[in-house]
């Protein structure tokens, strides 16, 4: 079996170590992929500290994958040794179902098989991009458009395509007023790709330090969320808000920014994921509740040509591998996401210090 590098957990609160991991060997439609960055996404961080219970360990996470392709299998048509390709949220799903014959294999009704912490149906528990390589099934790889920069895409394969994809179901454009709530590493994206869409887009988050960046991605305004009268001025103003957020937020102070059918689209998973609203704050305006999940691969493909033809990838900070620990411990300092520079993984002799 083809053994790679990488970065594991061997369990909740453990420190990262150095670990030696086997890939399958190639089935006929099998890519293999040289992994050269890896985004480190919040959900990353959920999964570590087994936020929702259930995490496979030892856990090698990573689901925002971007490389070149090393071999591929016999049957193998779309992808060749030398493309650059990416790896998102997903590595398998049932394929049968009607969500996965439309294109929506992150709603397959068996459940996607997810990029690391998941049971294949070979009965293998995933592993993720943390790692020199990995060995994907073709139809979830995804090309990356020549015009995007490895590094600056590998967010877009889980962060962009999650904020992508309500954008899209939502119809965010011109005439639309859009609010994203929280600019980390998918609120950024949101920003960057509803201003690329042509909507009137309003940056809602708690730090004022990063209004400058907002507007130079393309928001109209910033509004701090601590400040009530601010957010009072924008009561009704909004068609659609897509809350990022990773942790609790006022449910009824938010849905009263929304206009007569507007809806607040969940993508932030917080630890703990319950939320409570009062009922009359949907009535009077007819508003909706709603929730998103990832993107489905081709969305994920429209996604990254659109992000292509609009210059779009992400603010990252490229680490080494060795400061892993540092960077989850300060997710919320970064602008706006950290990816492992994967080649600095070889050069690794010990497990990265922890933080
Ligand atoms: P991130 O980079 O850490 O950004 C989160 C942002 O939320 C922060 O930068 C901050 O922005 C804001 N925030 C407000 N209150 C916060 C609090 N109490 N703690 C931390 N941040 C707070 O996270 P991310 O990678 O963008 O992910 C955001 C959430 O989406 C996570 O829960 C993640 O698991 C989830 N997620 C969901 C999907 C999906 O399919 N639905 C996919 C990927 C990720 P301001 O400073 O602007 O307030
Ligand atoms: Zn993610
Ligand atoms: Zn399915």
Redesign the pocket.
């Known amino acids: 079996m083809p053994s790679t590098l990488a970065l594991s957990l061997p369990a909740k609160g453990a420190p990262f170590t150095l670990t030696t991991i086997e890939r399958r060997p190639l089935r006929a439609n099998d890519v293999r992929i040289d992994i050269r960055f890896s985004g480190i ?3 990353d961080l ?1 999964f570590g500290q087994d936020d929702w219970g259930g995490t496979f360990f030892p856990l090698v996470p990573g689901h925002e994958i971007t490389g070149v392709v090393s071999e591929v299998g016999g049957a193998v048509t779309e992808f060749a040794p030398g493309d650059r390709a990416g790896v998102g ?1 997903m590595v398998n799903s049932c394929g049968k179902c009607a969500p996965c014959r439309s294109g929506d294999e992150q709603y397959c009704t068996e459940g996607f098989v997810k990029t690391y912490s998941a049971r294949d149906h070979d009965g293998t528990v995933t592993l993720g991009g943390y790692s020199q390589s990995i060995t994907v099934s073709e139809h979830f790889v995804l090309r990356i458009p020549d015009a995007l920069e490895l590094d600056g895409a590998a967010p877009l394969l ?2 962009g395509a ?1 904020v992508y994809s309500p954008l899209r179901r939502w119809q965010a454009g011109p005439g639309m007023r859009v609010g994203v709530l ?6 950024h994206l949101g920003v960057k790709i509803a201003a690329a869409m042509g909507a009137e887009v309003t ?1 809602l ?3 004022p330090d ?1 209004k400058d960046d907002a507007l130079s991605f393309g928001a109209a305004r910033f509004v701090d ?1 601590r400040d009530s009268e601010q957010l009072a001025g924008l009561a009704g103003h909004f068609d659609l808000l897509i809350n ?4 609790q937020i006022d449910m009824d102070a938010h849905l009263g920014l929304l206009g007569i059918d507007g809806t607040l689209v ?5 630890g703990d994921p319950t939320a409570s609203y009062n009922v009359f704050s949907l009535l009077g305006a007819r508003r909706s509740i709603a ?4 993107g489905g691969i081709r969305e994920t493909q429209d996604m990254l040509d659109f992000c292509a033809r609009h210059h779009i990838t992400s603010e990252i900070e490229k680490i080494p591998a060795d400061r892993v620990s540092e960077a989850w411990a300060n ?2 300092g ?1 602008r ?2 950290y990816v492992i520079d994967v080649a600095t993984l070889g050069t690794l002799h010990t497990s990265p210090p922890a933080f």
């Not at 929280?182 to 609120?187: E, K, S």
């Not at 990022?244 to 942790?247: F, I, L, Q, W």
């Open positions: 996404c919040h959900t959920h949220c889980c962060a999650t929280g600019m980390g590493g998918l609120g940056l988050g708690r730090s990063k969320t990022t957020v990773p942790a969940h993508v932030g998973a917080p929730g998103s999940s990832i997710l919320s970064v706006y996401r």
